[in-house]
């Protein structure tokens, strides 16, 4: 297990495991939040990383008890194992209304298809311990029903496939500018368009944010880069902003 640690106050902690992704898998990271005794888990994976991803939670959350399953939206690399999770757990997953009735394809027991519960499109609170965090509308980067979780304490906020970046070395983001080469590409195909990376940048100017942390790739730290990141998300021209000249029959 790779296991960092972004924020540890004593009663407080957030987790980084980042070396679940092998072989023709996209590397993906799972999140931890803990807060006096209770514990949630953000995207936690498919079925190749399930089992180690179980036990090194539990280790993690040393007695304390996990509370929640988060799902930011339905693709495979987060939700597969979600039968997994609440069939060993008593935890509640939790996924956007509008794929409440997908996620069970991927093979919910009868026994536990109750607590896979629906998060409206405006968001929600989750209460974790003494807290409560926010569940955020990211919706359209990159599926039609999607969110991210923003923790006061910590200052975190988890940005699921936004800000995700592929092949680098390091674990923190140090020179933006240099990280463009791992993280460019994929935001001009995945996101949906301007507007949507607009409207997302207004939003999370309205939070104290001290770190993103996305589902594949390296972190963002300190409040300057993570601005920088923002900005560069308002002025992207992506997804369909950039496919219509694609929209053509293909060469005979």
């Not at 009868?110 to 998060?119: E, F, G, M, P, T």
């Not at 592929?166 to 080469?181: A, K």
Request: charge should be negative.
């Amino acid at each position: 297990m790779a296991e960092t640690v972004l924020f540890d106050n004593g009663t407080h902690r957030n987790i980084l495991l980042e070396d679940y992704g092998h072989g023709m898998a996209v590397q993906a990271n799972q999140h931890l939040i803990i807060n006096n005794g209770q514990g949630m888990i953000l995207d936690p994976g498919g079925h190749k990383v399930f089992a180690k991803a179980l036990a090194d939670t539990n280790s993690l959350l040393r007695g304390s008890k996990l509370r929640y399953i988060f799902l930011s939206h339905q693709d495979p690399d987060i939700v597969a194992a979600c039968n997994g999770w609440l069939m060993t757990t008593d935890a509640d997953a939790y996924c956007s209304s509008l794929w409440t009735r997908f996620v069970p394809h991927f093979g919910l027991d009868h026994l536990v298809q109750d607590r896979l519960l629906s998060i409206p499109d405006e968001g929600m609170y989750l209460p974790l311990g003494d807290t409560k965090v926010a569940v955020v509308p990211a919706h359209f980067m990159h599926s039609c029903g999607n969110f991210q979780v923003y923790d006061p304490i910590s200052k975190i906020l988890y940005t699921g496939d936004l800000g995700a970046s592929l092949g680098m070395g390091y674990i923190y983001v140090s020179d933006f500018d240099e990280h463009m080469q791992y993280m460019g590409g994929f935001h001009e195909r995945y996101m949906g368009g301007n507007a949507v990376m607009r409207a997302w940048a207004q939003m999370a100017r309205g939070l104290d944010i001290d770190i993103i942390a996305p589902q594949h790739g390296a972190v963002f730290k300190g409040a300057d880069i993570c601005n920088r990141f923002i900005d560069w998300c308002e002025n992207l021209v992506c997804g369909p902003d950039l496919i219509a000249p694609k929209f053509a029959l293909p060469p005979a």
